[in-house]
C-alpha cells in the first residue's frame, strides 16, 4: 500500500470569481503571478489558469505541488503574496480544494489564510509526477 505524507506531491484547486469589470485586469495578474511561478519555484510541477465554462468571471488555479515544502515556498513568494492583495480588490470569491496528504504543520499554514478549504486526504493510488 501506498504511503502518503509531506513528501508526496498533491494538487491543490483555487476556486476564483472575479468582479464584474475586472476580467482582463486580473488575466494580467494571474498572467505575470503565473511567469513568476514558472521562473522561481520549481517544486510547482504543474500551474494553470482555466476559464469556467459556464461563468466567464469564474476561474480555476490548478496547481501540483512536489511536497509540502513546494506549497510554503509558493505561499511565500512575493509574487504570489502580490497576487493575493490584488485578488482582494479584483476578486468576490475565493475557495482552495487540496487532493491529496498533507502534513498538520502544512494544513496550519492553509487554514490561516482564512480561505475556505476542504483536503480530500488519499487512501490508495499512485502518482507518476
Known amino acids: ?21 475586472c ?10 503571478t503565473d511567469a513568476a511561478v514558472q521562473a522561481s519555484e520549481p517544486g510547482m510541477i504543474h500551474h494553470t489558469f482555466d476559464q469556467d465554462p459556464d461563468d466567464p468571471q469564474a476561474f480555476v488555479w490548478s496547481e501540483v505541488y512536489a511536497n509540502d ?9 512575493p509574487p504570489v503574496q502580490h497576487y493575493l492583495q490584488k485578488h482582494a480588490e479584483l476578486g468576490d470569491g475565493f475557495s482552495i480544494e487540496v487532493y491529496g496528504t498533507v502534513s498538520a504543520e502544512c494544513r496550519e499554514l492553509m487554514e490561516s489564510f482564512g480561505l475556505p478549504l476542504k483536503i480530500f486526504e488519499s487512501k490508495l493510488g499512485y502518482s507518476r509526477v
Do not use: C, W
Open 23 to 32: 476580467v482582463e485586469e486580473y488575466l494580467e495578474l494571474a498572467r505575470v
Open 69 to 77: 515544502a513546494a506549497f510554503s515556498a509558493h505561499v511565500a513568494n
Open 1 to 21: 500500500m501506498a504511503s502518503f505524507d509531506q513528501s508526496t506531491p498533491f494538487l491543490l484547486l483555487a476556486r476564483i470569481h472575479v468582479k464584474p469589470g
